[in-house]
C-alpha cells in the first residue's frame, strides 16, 4: 500500500470521527483529494484503492495529466478549486466536473458560454474572499449573496454552493461561520471549506466537503 492511500484512510477516519462529533450524518462530507504538483503515478494508487474525487489548482497542469486519467478509470469527480481567467474557461469546463472558484460576471459569462457551446454541465460554486484579502481571489461577502442571484438570473447558471480559503494566519472558525451563513442567505447547499490543517473544524462548522491536499500525498514536491 502506498503511503498516500494510508494517510488518505487515516484522514477518512478523521472526518468519520469529525462527523460523528458534530452530530453529522456519516458520509456528509466528502473527501477532495487534492493532487496539485503530484503527477499520474502518484495520483493512481489513491483512484485504485477507490478514492474518486480529487482536486486542482490550475487549468494546465490538470490537462497535463488528468485527461489519460479520466479515460482510463469510469467515474472520477474532477474540481478545479484554484484561480479561473476567462481565456481557460473553455478547457476548464471540458474537463472540469467541478469549478469551484466562480467569482465575477466575466467568468460567469464565459462559463455559461462554454457549457452551452459544449452541451456539458459543470457543478459550480462561488468563491468567497471572506478575509477581504487583496492578493486572493473571490468575491468580497458583502456581494456573494447578489452575485449568486445575478449567476442564476442573468447569467442562467445554478450555483449549488460557496467555497472558502480562510487567511491562513487566523482562526478560521470565523470565516467557515460566515460562509454557512452566507449560504444559508443565498439558499445554495453545498460548502467547500477547510484544508489538511483545519478540516475538522470546518465540519463542525457545516462543511459538506473538504480540500487536503498534503495530509494525504505528505508535503508538495
Ligand atoms: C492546495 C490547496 C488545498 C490543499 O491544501 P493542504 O493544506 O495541502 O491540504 C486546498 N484548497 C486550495 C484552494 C488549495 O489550493
Not at 467568468?107 to 452551452?116: Q, S, T, V, W, Y
Request: aromatic residues 4%; proline residues 4%; charged residues 25%.
Amino acid at each position: 500500500m502506498s503511503d498516500a492511500v494510508a494517510r488518505l484512510g487515516e484522514v477518512s477516519d478523521a472526518i468519520a470521527a469529525a462527523e460523528a462529533k458534530a452530530g453529522r450524518k456519516a458520509g456528509s462530507v466528502t473527501l477532495v483529494a487534492v493532487s496539485k504538483t503530484h503527477d499520474a503515478d502518484a495520483i493512481r494508487p489513491l483512484i485504485l484503492a477507490g478514492h474518486h474525487v480529487f482536486g486542482e489548482n490550475r487549468v494546465q497542469e490538470a490537462q497535463g495529466k488528468w485527461p489519460a486519467l479520466k479515460s482510463r478509470f469510469a467515474g472520477l469527480e474532477l474540481r478545479l478549486i484554484g484561480p479561473l481567467q476567462s481565456n481557460k474557461a473553455a478547457a476548464a469546463v471540458a474537463l472540469f466536473d467541478v469549478i469551484e472558484t466562480v467569482d465575477r460576471d466575466k467568468i460567469a459569462r464565459e462559463i455559461a458560454k462554454e457549457m452551452n457551446k459544449q452541451g456539458r454541465t459543470t457543478r459550480l460554486y462561488v468563491q468567497v474572499n471572506t478575509g477581504i484579502e487583496p492578493q486572493k481571489a473571490g468575491i468580497e461577502p458583502r456581494e456573494a449573496v447578489a452575485f449568486v442571484t445575478r449567476c442564476r438570473d442573468i447569467h442562467g447558471l445554478e450555483i449549488v454552493g460557496l467555497m472558502c480559503i480562510p487567511p491562513f494566519d487566523e482562526n478560521p472558525g470565523p470565516h467557515f461561520a460566515l460562509l454557512e451563513k452566507l449560504a444559508r442567505e443565498a439558499g445554495v447547499k453545498e460548502l467547500s471549506m477547510g484544508m489538511s490543517d483545519d478540516y475538522e473544524t470546518a465540519i463542525a462548522f457545516g462543511a459538506t466537503s473538504v480540500r487536503v491536499g498534503s495530509a494525504n500525498f505528505g508535503a508538495r514536491g
